[in-house]
């Protein structure tokens, strides 16, 4: 009886050396026959056949409406262009530059195709992240003051493209003229610590300075010296210009107090900072401008365009809005041409 399970236990053992002798025959090979390395490639095929060919990184600088309208805009302008080929992972910054570094960070180490950067920190982070991954920016103000370029001629070159949300100031200062003929004095009111603010204001000072206005800059270093300032700025203006700003943008109900009461317009560079204070605007569709945004990244991904030949482009259309609380409140006539921004 014993010899009968020792003889059983040899011929299962023998057996099972048949079935895995293969295996062991070579190094690298799988149980099956198969190298390794054949089965890498099978794993990588199957992965290809289950994920898009293009994966986009969107940086967005915070939660906000253009902002989100912007991203929404580049998805559909790709979907469009690319179907299936191509997915998203879309990171929110919180307003934080900090945020803005890591979520770049984790795009190059994850390799993406593409990075889209929504808002200028996050657009600052993007190009100090990587100069191989393709980076197309959006709701970005100023291109050449975000980056830091000399003798910007409007392409910026490399790794980055993109869009600037940026309003024609010569059609701003058109609209000041339409809306406010007879004002002589003009205050420019923006923050001395943004860039994008004071570069805006001096080239709308030329405008309006063509016109006939007279004006005269108003800055502040941060929140805290805000209300003197515009306080200044009613007391000794016919009218007040503000630029796209975004300590303003933060604080526009200590704007929107003071002039009221001093009665004193605001005409603005930005539909947000209008919404919160100001009499008009001229505004662009950021829907519109980040699938402009996504149709260029497209041409980019399909070796259509060359991403360092590709010069920074403007909303292609632009709309005249009021502010009806305002305009009421200031006896400001509005003419038919412009719509009224939502309440």
Sequence with gaps: MMKKRILLFLTAFGMLGALTGCSGAAPGSTPGGSS????????????????????????????HEDLDAATNGFEDALKEALGNDVEFDVQNAQNDSYNCSV??????????????ANGTPALQA???????????GTCVTDYAQALNLEDF???VGGN????SDVSPLDQQADAVK????????????????????????????????????ECTDYTFSDSNDLAAVVTKAAENSDLIYIPTDNTVGANSGI??????????????????????????TLCLDAYELGYRTGEMAAEVLTGKEDISK??????????????????????????????????
């Excluded at 980055?160 to 869009?163: D, F, V």
Aim: aromatic fraction near 6%; glycine fraction near 8%; charged fraction near 25%.
């Design 103 to 116: 979520i770049i960070n984790g795009f190059v180490s994850n390799k993406v195709d593409l990075i889209m």
């Design 36 to 63: 390794s390395s054949e089965n890498v490639r099978e794993q990588a095929s199957a992965k290809d056949e289950d994920h898009a060919e293009y994966t986009i990184g969107i940086c967005q600088l915070v939660q």
């Design 160 to 163: 980055i493209s993109g869009t």
């Design 153 to 155: 001629d409007g392409v």
């Design 178 to 213: 339409e809306l406010f003929p007879d004002e002589k004095q003009v205050g420019l009111l923006y923050c001395s610590a943004e860039s994008n603010s004071k570069g805006q204001a001096e080239e709308m000072e030329q405008y309006l300075a063509e016109m006939g206005y």
């Design 310 to 343: 590709m010069p920074i482009e403007n909303a292609p259309h632009f709309t005249k809005k009021y502010n009806p609380e305002m305009c009421k409140a200031l006896g400001i006539e509005v003419p038919e041409d412009y719509e009224a921004l939502d309440e």
């Design 255 to 280: 704007v929107k107090n003071i002039c009221l009461e001093k009665k004193v317009p605001v005409f603005t560079g930005s539909e947000t900072i209008c919404q919160g204070c100001g009499a008009a």
């Design 126 to 136: 993007a190009a100090a992240g990587t100069d191989t991954i393709p980076i197309m």
